[in-house]
């Protein structure tokens, strides 16, 4: 199911019939779903259900893939992945990728500002965002706790001025008083006009953010949920997620 304003500007995202391999084995089976401008928007589903390999497709990382991705009504399908983050995407994997060796701010100062889309967020702009950040500006990144990590992590993507951010399962892991901070990072990143497509676990980390949720099983969307609907469809979602 897709959602569509009449008269709008182009989706943020727009995936139809997605298909997506790895190597031989086929993935994502007919994937629709649409993004509008400034939405969060949060894909549930079980462990495997093809979530993550959905925000691979559409940054271009996975084996190979068909149907359509449109990413501010652009066609992205045929693009190699850096021309793909040149349209203001921006990916952070679960595995986060900080830097070791760097400290904080270096770490920060690594990505390039994408050309022709904006100014990217200055570094005393994410400190302000993430004060955590600024203490440990000097700190070497093997010394940040994981949700320090994971806030470097979403704050150097702003830094490249992207503003479709893909967020693979940030709170997993983490102490409650992180995870709230990150609800409130998401909240304020809303508020700023930013569109936030989230694969999350923790569903009671999502449930309060999301304006709509879409319930991923074997490679296909199985389920659209508004945030108005949250609390007559839970007997379903607890049915298909055990949550």
């Known amino acids: ?24 084995s086929h993935v994502l089976h007919g994937v629709n779903l649409t993004v509008q401008p400034g939405e969060v928007v949060t894909l549930l589903g079980r462990n495997g259900a093809g979530r993550t390999s959905i925000l691979r497709a559409i ?7 068909a149907g359509s991705i449109k990413i501010g009504g652009v066609e992205t399908i045929g693009m190699p992945t850096h021309k793909i983050t040149h349209l203001g995407l921006g990916y952070c994997p679960e595995e986060r990728g900080i830097f070791a060796s760097l400290t904080t701010e270096e770490n920060l100062l690594l990505p390039p ?22 203490e440990r500006k000097h700190s070497p990144g093997t ?4 949700g320090e990590q994971q806030m470097l992590a979403v704050a150097r993507i702003l830094r490249t001025g992207a503003n479709l951010l893909l967020l693979d399962e940030i709170s997993e892991g983490l102490a409650p008083v992180i995870v709230q901070a990150l609800a409130r990072m998401i909240t304020l990143l809303r508020q700023r006009g930013y569109t936030v497509v989230m694969v999350e676990q923790n ?9 709509r949720f ?11 949920i508004l945030a108005s609907e949250l609390e007559d469809k839970m007997p379903l979602l607890n049915e298909l997620l055990g949550v």
């Not at 199911?1 to 190597?23: C, D, F, H, K, R």
């Not at 940054?59 to 893939?65: A, D, E, F, S, V």
């Not at 010394?143 to 994981?146: D, E």
């Open 143 to 146: 010394r940040l706790s994981g």
């Open 59 to 65: 940054t271009g990382l996975i084996g190979k893939r």
């Open 214 to 224: 879409y319930v991923i099983e074997h490679g296909q969307v199985v389920e659209h």
């Open 1 to 24: 199911m897709s959602v569509q304003v009449v008269g709008a500007a182009a989706p943020a995202l727009e995936i139809t019939n997605l298909q997506g391999w790895y190597g031989e």
């Open 113 to 134: 500002v994408l050309k022709g889309h904006g100014k990217g967020m200055g570094i005393e702009e994410i400190y302000t965002l993430f004060p955590n950040l600024q």
């Open 203 to 211: 569903f009671r980390f999502a449930a309060p953010l999301a304006d």
